[in-house]
């Protein structure tokens, strides 16, 4: 019995990978039991091994138990979808410390594909997140979502078609995400009201935005000190196809790197190219729809302590996203032109003492346009070298601390 | 006094094997038993769902709505140790306690086709109610151990004579007839044991599992079960709850209770269905929105745009649009039956109607309006 069952799912995923599929390839149905027994059974230290196999569940799975590791075959071998999934708003959901997840994937649940909320010391290592049927309205929100966490490392994973964001970290404390690939989602990677985060080694593609640093308002913490660096980042073109209200769905399609409200943000040693908007972008929350409505008084709407530098930047700026910046680079560059490779809204603390609080570039002929957002768009213009041409301090890198020491 | 006890619970035990007659409560320590009937808190006969003695029935002024099922709710404590009274938090219940809640249905025939109705609450007579045209769906129980809370979910057999203990939970397929002769196919799902604390964790950082509905201000109504009571005052007289009442106990409103101020039902409503979660330290602290009674503002969610929300905006903008619910976040996340959209996120497969008028109402009473820089 055993072995029928092993032969039917190698036949399902042989099927699967035979054909462009235009619907989710189905799965084993019966082992939904026994990995949600698994699950509730739990004891710390265990190691739940998923089998290589492609297995179909209709509901979410949770675990509530520290010191859990839930391992797979492979990311491209043991499967879960959760295609006819009708509860639960994710496929996984953790609530616990001590936690690895490796070598598994997780297709098109109905909301987010994976959840970490609130735990220490979480490692999530060649997990793949996907929606199989290509980037969709549709499709859950987030890939790979831990949030409220502290001391995580996630790489080698891959987030396709997420209708948010692949890999969302939010309102969290000392990561690193390194070596992952993101490509067809909305946002490629994001990083959200965290605190001390190394980006690095990823690839982001296909993205409607590549890698995102940004600060949202009422939230329990802002965020700051994030390094992206050494990250291939092009060809972010797809058009935005998130939903109205979410904060991604302001971003325009062709986005390489973009920092919204956040502080000491460091970009470098990236390979940055063909960004159709714009390869860098800095912005307040005042030029997205996120900054509408109220906002707690203690939020910081203004992004400080930007530095670009040592950048590989090429081709971008060429055909921004929207008509008001089809328009704005007419007027800057000319039909030919494109938009310089850092874009800046303009904002600034009024008791910022000037541009040099907020970016500075050092990155070779790399240009700055300030668009001029506070008076409207009025007057944009690419700023004179010498306005940017500072330097922060430089931050250290982020050590994760027991037991997660490297 | 331990080898005794041990006997009684012996005793019991077999005393609820043979003719299931005056079965006793029976507080399990430690082991979970396969079978309701071993709590005692609860037996069943040909007709009837007999509530143990010593076992006290009671409802809340508000509930949470689970897809249209209708519920019994009891709880029992050991001998000589009432709960402690708290204003703002749950009872400080002793380790022993027991509480059921037990979801059934009105249902069209005594055969279970999975076809069920919008019905309401069986009143208990003497100390049961009747279970005809009414299908048992599934029995939770909370316990209080020396280790805390624990939650079990027991599902009624097909026959309706036992439930019994599934730990995975399960989805039952069912067809909705509402009143207005409209069907709904809808799979009602009964949540497994780590579902269990999606909604009873709702202190995300300490994820320690208690009960929801045993505060003061949702049991602060009339009894429907001791006439001429208030719930608290006969709680209180029977020895059930202790502690210094200082001032009026806080009290929810009955949603449905149209001699209250809109405000008042929707905000009881939010309460009861979303604060267990979205609270200040629960599990949905991530996405900023406070439910409780006494949040205001942007963190009860007017004119607050969404952190995470994604499919869940529905498009819109703001969680709450003062004098616009078609344009308010929250109304879609109470309307939509998509999973990865909907609020609350467990529990709920089909769209509480009456609630969402309810809400829409309060919404469409506010004034004020929101803002949009973009």
Known sequence: ?406 | MLRFYCICIVFAALASCSERKEPAPVFHAEENPERLSDWGMLAETADELVISDGVTPYDLATPLFSDYALKLRTVWIPNGAPAAYNMDSVFDFPVGTIITKTFYYSVPSNEWTGDVTIGRERSVNGNAIALDHLRLIETRILVHRETGWAALPYIWNEEQTEAVLKRTGAVIPMTLHRGDGRTEEFGYLVPNVNQCAGCHASDATARVIEPIGLKARHLNKASSFAPGFNQLDYWLAKGLLTGGIAGPAPRNAVWTDESEPIEARARAYLDANCSHCHNPVGPADTSGLNLEPDAAGPALGVCKTPIAAGTGTGGRVFSIVPGDPEASITVFRMETDNPGAMMPELGRAVTHKEGVALVSEWIAAMDGECSRSG
């Open chain 1, 1 to 406: 019995m055993m072995r029928l069952v092993l032969a039917v799912a190698a036949f399902t995923a042989l099927a699967a990978c035979g054909q462009k599929e235009t619907a989710p390839a189905p799965g084993d149905e019966s082992y939904q039991e026994t990995l949600m027994a698994q699950l509730i059974d739990a004891r710390s230290g265990d190691i739940i091994e998923i089998p290589a196999g492609r297995f179909a569940f209709d509901r979410s799975l949770s675990l509530t138990v520290d010191g859990v590791t839930i391992r797979g075959a492979g990311m491209d071998k043991s499967v879960l979808t959760f295609a006819n999934q009708i509860a639960g708003a994710e496929g996984l959901l953790i609530t616990a410390s001590d936690f690895t997840i490796e070598d598994l994937a997780i297709e098109d649940t109905k909301g987010d594909a994976l959840k970490i909320s609130e735990g220490k010391n979480i490692v999530i290592r060649r997990v793949r997140t996907e929606w199989t049927t290509g980037p969709k309205t549709e499709n859950g929100a987030y890939g790979i979502y831990p949030v409220q966490v502290e001391n995580l490392l996630m790489e080698e994973s891959v987030a396709i078609g997420a209708s948010d964001a692949g890999l969302y970290i939010g309102q969290s404390k000392n990561v690193i995400i390194r070596n992952n690939r993101a490509e067809y989602n909305v946002a490629g990677i994001e990083i959200e009201n965290t605190f001390d985060a190394d980006v690095y080694g990823n690839v982001a593609t296909n993205n409607t935005g590549g890698i995102l640093v940004f600060n949202m308002p009422n939230l329990k913490q802002p965020g700051a000190r994030t390094r992206v660096f050494n990250n291939e980042i092009y060809e972010n073109n797809t058009k935005n196809f998130g939903h109205e209200g979410t904060p991604v769905a302001s971003i325009p399609a062709g986005s390489g790197v973009v920092v919204n409200s956040n502080d000491q943000v460091e970009i470098f040693g990236n390979n940055i190219r063909d960004n159709k908007t714009a390869n860098v972008i800095v912005a307040s929350v005042f030029s997205s729809d996120i900054g509408d409505g109220d906002m707690s008084e203690d939020f910081d709407p203004y992004p400080e302590k930007i530095f670009v530098y040592d950048n590989m930047f090429e081709g971008g700026g060429d055909n921004p996203d929207g008509l008001e910046l089809q328009a704005l680079k007419l007027a800057i560059a000319g039909p030919m032109g494109r938009i310089p490779d850092v874009l800046w809204d303009g904002y600034m603390d009024p008791e910022a003492s000037g541009p040099q609080d907020v970016l500075c570039v050092q990155n070779g002929e790399a240009k700055v346009l300030n668009v001029d957002g506070p008076n409207g768009n009025k007057s944009p213009r690419i700023a004179e070298p010498a306005i940017h041409d500072c330097a922060f301090e430089k931050l250290p890198a982020v050590e994760l601390t027991e037991p997660l020491a490297e």
